[in-house]
């Protein structure tokens, strides 16, 4: 159940995974486009994230991210497999906040308070005091996640609490077999 590290390198993997989409849409957001289509990729990019997340999970227990550093997400009872449901209970939480996020940022563009380039480059937003709530609500469940993880046996954060699921280190068989 020692998986803090590898988790956190996971995430870094993943985010090196999805960095070609995220790219091209922060490209595409900096081009003076229509408001809709502006509001249509933004809110595209923001579900790249969580539906990558949830399907990997739940098809296969792990996202690259995880395979590469050799962990993987089973029930917490169990320990086989994740249901689909249990995917969505993971990661429905930071799904909803990036949301939410997103969907301010759409409603600035929409209401043209603010232009596309001017929400993706954070001008409009740095002075907006809901953005900064908006951004501060995933902080805080963050250190919510990293307290709770540091603070059990078996190493789960809020999300798995809130699943039913584990994350185990998938190598540790291995090196048993090897000794």
Partial sequence: YHTFGPRFMAS?????????????????LAQ?????????????QSLVWPLYTISMHARFGQTVGKMVTKVRV???????????????????????????????????ILTTAASPRDVTSGEALAASTAFWLLALIPLVWFVAEVLTMLTNE?????HDFIAGTVVIRTNVDDRLDRA
């Fill in 12 to 28: 870094f993997v993943d985010s090196c995974v999805l960095w070609p989409v995220q790219f091209v849409a922060i490209v595409v």
């Fill in 32 to 44: 003076d486009i229509p408001q809709g289509l502006s509001v249509i990729v933004l809110v595209a």
């Fill in 74 to 108: 089973l029930d917490a009872r169990t320990e086989a497999p994740i249901t689909p449901r249990q995917a969505v209970l993971r990661d429905g939480i930071p799904a909803l906040l990036t949301l939410g996020l997103a969907g301010y940022q759409a409603f600035l």
């Fill in 154 to 158: 078996r190493r789960r954060a809020l």
